[in-house]
């Protein structure tokens, strides 16, 4: 029987192993690489603001959520409040 892996845990090895390095560096056309980056950010700001709307349904404070962006919870509910 196969494991069936989650998204989430897909996405997150994906960053984890993901060469930054010679992504940066390998010679290719720094405006392509300038756009992926920004494709990169976009992806995941949106996964941030379903994940954070995920955590708030699940019961946790903007304490907990700032924490674990690290950031203050001021900063956190000033950014996601409007997406929980």
């Known amino acids: 029987m196969t494991k069936q892996t ?4 897909v ?4 960053f984890e ?6 992504a940066v560096h390998s010679g290719r056309d720094p405006l392509r690489a300038l756009h992926w980056a920004a494709q990169f ?3 995941a700001n949106q996964q941030l ?3 954070v709307a ?11 959520i700032g924490d674990a962006l690290g950031v203050s919870h001021q900063a956190a509910m000033k950014r996601y409040k409007q997406s929980a």
């Open 6 to 9: 989650k998204p989430d845990e």
């Open 11 to 14: 996405l997150a090895d994906r």
């Open 17 to 22: 192993n993901f060469d930054f390095e010679n």
């Open 41 to 43: 950010r976009d992806y």
């Open 49 to 51: 603001t379903v994940v």
């Open 54 to 64: 995920e955590a708030r349904e699940s019961g946790a404070t903007w304490t907990q």
